[in-house]
């Protein structure tokens, strides 16, 4: 009954290649988003769809595309990786609050460790 | 430009002590203050979080404490144990909590030693 699940946990891969990271969330979350955490620990968030709709898309290559078929899933596809792509991808969820009370906390998954080689 | 600077990298503490992590901000525009808590091969998951119309909140042996006028939060670990350890990031946010766009900090990484 995992809440955010992400497929694979470990990916090891060659410059050049693409490949996609997959992530579910049984929540019923509508909201949902990639982060980045890179070698030093530093998490950096990527995208965020709610209702399939993007609403954060900061500053990343167009190598990469999240993808949302629906609420319950978002994937990140990733073009002709580059060593600097290795790092450990998070998918996380919410439930985007109306007004002042805010949002529910974020639900991260347990990751998915890219290494480029 | 980091907007959430977290201190110190890394910190080791007895078993029964308190650990105190510290984060300043920038942005007077930030209105929620989350710290999350991961451990390894984890995601980070939410410990505890304050807004900034109050200067505490508790939670167990955790306490966020805020000091609007000089922009910086901590959080304080009373009876630290050794099941604390782990990485710990505090985190900002705008536009009444949303928490889509949390801006974290580095990280400090705690070690309790038995």
């Known amino acids: 009954d995992t809440a955010v699940s992400q497929t694979p946990k470990y990916l090891v891969t060659q410059m050049g290649n693409d490949k996609s990271i997959k992530c579910e969330q049984n929540l019923g979350h509508d909201t949902m988003y990639w982060y980045k955490q890179d070698s030093k620990k530093f998490l950096k968030i990527m995208f965020s769809y709610n209702n399939k709709e993007l609403i954060i898309n900061e500053t990343v290559p167009n190598r990469f595309s999240p993808k949302s078929p629906d609420k319950a899933h978002l994937n990140l596809h990733i073009n002709s990786l580059e060593l600097g792509d290795s790092a450990v991808y998070f998918c996380a969820s919410s439930h985007r609050g109306l007004g002042l009370g805010g949002d529910s906390p974020l639900h991260f998954g347990n990751g998915t460790r890219l290494t480029v080689t | 430009q980091q907007q959430v600077k977290q201190s110190p990298q890394s910190l080791i503490v007895q078993k029964g002590g308190i650990s105190i992590i510290n984060c300043a901000y920038e942005n007077t525009a930030f209105d929620y203050f989350p710290w999350y808590q991961q451990f390894p091969g984890k995601g980070p998951a939410l410990l505890i979080a304050?807004?900034?119309?109050?200067s505490e909140k508790k939670e167990g042996r955790f306490t966020i404490s805020f000091n609007k006028s000089a922009k910086q939060f901590s959080l304080h670990i009373m009876d630290s144990q050794p099941g604390d350890s782990a990485t710990y990031f505090c985190?900002?946010?705008?536009?009444?909590?949303?928490?889509?766009?949390?801006?974290f900090g580095k990280g400090t990484k705690l070690s309790v030693k038995p």
């Open positions: 985190a900002a946010s705008i536009n009444g909590g949303s928490q889509g766009n949390l801006i």
């Open positions: 304050i807004r900034p119309d109050v």
